[in-house]
């Protein structure tokens, strides 16, 4: 089934992108997935063993992790509007203190 979500995602030097995005959960997890099966492809599972994460924490969040320096956080809308404003209305500071929140909450290293 396809659901808003907001993407926010973290890429180097403490870049971060916010989008809102219509898609499935199964797409979400796909995305995983598809670096799995590339790393693996070329010889480069360390990577999934060393930076690799999909953990869906609650809440209609999914955390994704598929490198050092590319990090994602799918938020379902319906499920975290307060969360989701407080991102989308904010800084860019703030994301990093959803995802300290989200690592105490959901007790994840993120």
Do not use: A, H
Request: glycine fraction near 4%; include cysteine.
């Amino acid at each position: 089934m396809v659901k808003d979500y907001l993407l926010v995602r973290f890429g180097s030097r403490w870049e971060v992108e916010v989008d809102r995005r219509y898609i499935s959960r199964k797409d979400i997890l796909d995305r995983y997935e598809d670096f799995k099966k590339d790393c693996i492809d070329n010889d480069y599972e360390y990577i999934i063993d060393e930076f690799g994460m999909c953990e869906e924490v609650g809440d209609g969040i999914i955390l994704l992790r598929m490198s050092d320096d590319s990090s994602e956080m799918w938020i379902e809308i319906n499920r975290n509007k307060e969360l989701v404003d407080r991102i989308e209305n904010g800084e860019d500071e703030v994301c990093y203190d959803v995802i300290e929140e989200l690592e105490l909450k959901y007790e994840v290293e993120f």
